[in-house]
């Protein structure tokens, strides 16, 4: 079993849609939450970092923890084409430590 | 900030040559991470370094890859010799550790790798 399984996808929603992207987690050590958004062919850029459990909300997006349940969770609000991209869950037990990725799930926004 | 570079963007080499991935992280940084991807594994993360030095290659495949990291500035990735299932996409990355949220990883564009 991974550490970290993430459903690859792909996700299609139409323009609008809120859209929910999660993960599930093996190991209770892990502190530090990331998502990550990668378009093609370019390297993953952080979008939501969280600490420990609760929520978080930046915009559009909101990133939630549910250490109890070992899941987390992305929503985005008013999907836009401009979302269409590969999102990736990653966490660590530690700051500066190992981060372990999810394998990443494709969304497509349609206009 | 310029962020962090690799060169080269894209490398095609064929199988048994000696393959060298390169990175700049961003000024200041001190932790450095270099990830592969393929579209059956994800990213996984091959060997990290603190302040230059190696802390966990438990990643690293086989004896075939090694990487260094001469200073703060640069690093590199090598294969030798390199084999057609190393084909991927090799991302470094680097973070500053000391500061609160700063555990964030910030990437390269990544160097395209095929070997054929």
């Known amino acids: 079993q991974k550490e970290v399984e993430q459903d690859p996808g792909p996700l299609s929603v139409p323009e609008g849609a809120i859209v929910s992207l999660n993960c599930t987690y093996s190991n209770s050590a892990f502190q530090y939450f990331m998502w990550y958004r990668q378009y093609s062919r370019k390297g993953p850029e952080l979008l939501m970092y969280?600490?420990?459990?609760g929520n978080k909300e930046d915009g559009r997006f909101t990133a939630q923890v549910d250490k109890s349940s070992k899941y987390i969770s992305l929503f985005i609000r008013d999907s836009q084409p401009s979302d269409s991209a590969t999102y990736l869950c990653?966490?660590?037990?530690?700051?500066?430590?190992?981060?372990?990725f999810g394998t990443g799930t494709r969304l497509k926004v349609l206009a | 900030d310029a962020g962090v570079i690799q060169s080269p963007r894209h490398e095609v080499t064929e199988m048994g040559q000696e393959v060298t991935l390169r990175c700049k992280p961003i000024s200041g940084h001190d932790y450095l991470f270099w990830y592969r991807q393929t579209m059956m594994r994800g990213l996984e993360l091959l060997i990290y370094f603190n302040n230059n030095v190696p802390i966990d290659d438990s990643g690293m495949p086989e004896d075939r890859f090694s990487a260094k990291m001469p200073n703060a500035s640069f690093s590199t990735l090598k294969i030798q010799p390199s084999e057609p299932r190393d084909s991927a996409v090799y991302f470094c990355a680097s973070s500053l550790s000391g500061v609160e949220g700063n555990e964030k990883l910030f990437f390269g564009s990544g160097t395209q790798l095929s070997v054929l």
């Open positions: 969280t600490y420990s459990s």
């Open positions: 990653a966490m660590s037990p530690l700051s500066g430590y190992k981060y372990i």
